[in-house]
């Protein structure tokens, strides 16, 4: 049976995103979409050029194999992310948009007020809005209610590789959703985008762990292997943890 | 609050003991710290920390591409007038310098920005000296509203100006301020700026303050190497930088580090900074900004540049003239410029020797829809 992912009105054999945002170069991106077998992979409106196509992140990003999700990176208020989607929209990049609103430059938190003003409009205007957030519950219901088509919470600081961090908050919103849950940023191991797929989130998104790896090729293979892990041994039902070990019961050899 | 009363609060003599250090014990855990005090900071500009500067270069690099990734931000510097009322006596448009002085017109300009858009840039400096009876605020504002036509980031390294003319700036469309404070010692200030607006200290220390509220979304500080001792000028642009960054918290820091080479016709700088002095004041930077982007200029040498591209730089100019017009208009024999550039490499030299590097030269990192920060 096909374990597909469903967003909005498209399906995706894999569970696993690209950012494009830290990459040394167009070759060592390739080299690691096609390891990854990564469907979706975003990239920054700022960064497109379109009148210098030479050197323009779209010519070598492949629109039959994959699929662009314009992400408005830089937009400091809803304002300026609203203006940046309909700009990729304009551009004939896409009507989805993987929604960021991050007024902070140290820390590239998301804004959570903007970012559900900012999705109220672009659902309104006929956008697929997948936005990306800090990881709070509320904030992810709110989203879903506005008719977002997924929620993207961070699991650490992007760029941190600290893994899961956030781990009971992201247990709250994976129960709670009725739209995939993809974590997005923080993720620095294979092992912990198994860990985000054991819990049962819908996919995960990765770039700082691969594009920063001695060998991003190699990592982005890893990361697909883990991912796939996770999602079987969500699907199969881990056996639940225990305090104690069980190896063998101390009381066997009393009569029943 | 403004930052003159932050300096006024500096201790002193905790930088001077901190700079000093020779514990060389305290570098290898001050370098493993997430997160660096003051203190910690102080430790790496002083001479027991560079006895550990492969360390600190491989934590700097490690740090850096995890918040910027392996990207250079490609910039390209437009000098508009070297015409100038004040008399730094380090400074090339010192007015009392006898040089070949422009102020370019409105189609000068527009000749300028389109030769400099067909180098491929999107990201443009314009500076000016500080003669506001030729180049003040309405003539800048112009200036940026001809170059946003072009390019959708527009940054300013211009004279100090008061909150409104700031925002008159970020209305007409520029992005970024740069403003040097030179030195941060008052006597050596007072010493070398002899005469003009710029002899007022308390409000070129303030101006970053004054360009964050009117909305700047980048501003640049840092200090004129070799006017006083390097490790306390450091010491305090570490302070201004982490007091901007705690007050301004959507405003994004960058440090620059321009430094004289040797002497000129007009003046001897009280200290050469060497290239691994340089250097390891950019790892301190790093380790403890963190975040903060770090420039670095043609003033420098390409072999030191090009070393420099995967240590914690992250953004660099290419193919540049100090002097005005320099680029469609004037030749250096018709207008006069600010410094002597020492990588004089083309735009497609520098962007291959950053890919050698296995780093991308960013050219377009912005869209025209960033205004000014909005609280």
Not at chain 2, 197 to 214: I, Q, S, V
Not at chain 2, 339 to 360: L, T, W
Request: with cysteine; aromatic share 8%.
């Amino acid at each position: 049976m096909d374990d597909l992912l469903k967003i909005a009105d498209k399906t995706f054999k894999s569970r696993f995103m690209i950012g494009t945002g830290k990459f040394p170069s167009d070759e060592i991106m390739d080299g690691c979409i096609a390891a990854s077998e990564a469907e979706i992979i975003t990239v920054a409106v700022r960064r497109v050029d379109l009148e210098r196509p030479d050197i323009s992140i779209l010519t070598t990003l492949d629109p039959a194999r994959i699929f662009i999700l314009p992400n408005t990176s830089g937009a400091q208020n809803a304002d300026e992310a609203v203006r940046t989607a309909r700009l990729a929209r304009a551009m004939g990049l896409s009507h989805w948009v993987k929604l960021e609103v991050t007024p902070d430059p140290k820390n590239l938190w998301p804004d959570g007020d903007e970012t559900l003003k900012a999705a109220r409009i672009l659902v309104e205007e006929g956008f697929v809005v997948l936005p990306y957030i800090g990881p709070d519950p509320i904030l992810a219901r709110k989203l879903e209610d506005a008719g977002t088509s997924a929620v993207m919470p961070l699991a650490a600081p992007i760029g941190s590789n600290k893994g899961m961090r956030s781990a009971d908050a992201i247990r709250m919103i994976i129960e709670q959703a009725s739209i995939p849950v993809v974590i997005d940023a923080g993720l620095g191991s294979p092992s912990d985008a198994a860990l985000a797929m054991e819990m049962g989130a819908d996919a995960v998104m990765v770039n700082t762990a691969i594009s920063a790896s001695n060998d991003p090729e190699t990592m982005a293979l890893a990361f697909k292997l883990a991912v796939r892990a996770g999602r079987l041994g969500h699907n199969a039902g881990l056996a639940r943890k225990r305090d104690t070990a069980r190896a063998s019961s101390p009381t066997d050899w009393l009569v029943k | 609050m403004m930052f003159h009363e932050e300096y006024a609060r500096i201790d002193a003599e905790r930088i001077r003991e901190g700079v000093a250090s020779l514990d060389e014990q305290k570098t290898e855990y001050v370098i493993s710290e997430e997160t660096l005090a003051y203190d910690d900071f102080l430790h790496l500009l002083s001479p027991a920390a560079s006895a550990s500067l492969d360390a600190m270069a491989l934590r700097s690099r490690a740090m850096t591409q995890k918040h910027f990734g392996r990207n250079i931000g490609m910039y390209i510097p437009l000098y508009v007038s070297n015409e100038c009322a004040n008399e730094c006596i380090y400074c090339g448009f010192n007015r009392k310098n006898d040089i070949r002085r422009k102020t370019l017109a409105e189609d000068e300009i527009d000749a300028e920005l389109e030769s400099i858009r067909k180098l491929g840039f999107d990201s443009i400096l314009i500076l000016t000296g500080e003669f506001p009876a030729k180049a003040g605020t309405e003539y800048i504002a112009r200036c940026v509203t001809l170059a946003r036509r072009h390019f959708s980031q527009v940054s300013l390294e211009i004279y100090p100006m008061d909150t409104d003319g700031y925002r008159q700036l970020v209305d007409a469309g520029a992005t970024g301020l740069s403003i040097y404070q030179e030195t941060y010692d008052r006597e050596t200030y007072a010493r070398v700026h002899r005469s003009g607006r710029k002899t007022n200290f308390e409000w070129r220390l303030d101006a970053p303050d004054r360009a964050a509220e009117a909305g700047f979304r980048k501003i640049g500080i840092g200090a004129l190497l070799g006017l006083h001792d390097w490790r306390i000028d450091a010491a305090y642009v570490g302070a201004h930088a982490a007091y901007l960054m705690k007050k301004h918290w959507r405003t994004e820091v960058s440090i620059s580090f321009p430094r004289m080479r040797g002497s000129s016709s007009h003046f001897t700088p009280a200290c050469i900074v060497t290239d691994r002095e340089l250097v390891q004041m950019i790892f301190a930077f790093r380790l403890y900004t963190r975040s903060a982007a770090i420039t670095l200029s043609t003033r420098e040498a390409p072999s030191f540049r090009d070393n420099m591209v995967d240590l914690g730089v992250t953004n660099m100019s290419a193919g540049s003239k100090t002097n005005p017009g320099g680029y469609e208009t004037f030749s250096e024999n018709e207008s006069d410029g600010q410094f002597e550039i020492s990588d004089d490499r083309s735009v497609d030299e520098v962007a291959k020797a950053i890919q050698r590097k296995g780093y991308h030269p960013v050219f377009k990192d912005w869209t025209e829809i960033f205004g000014g920060v909005r609280a």
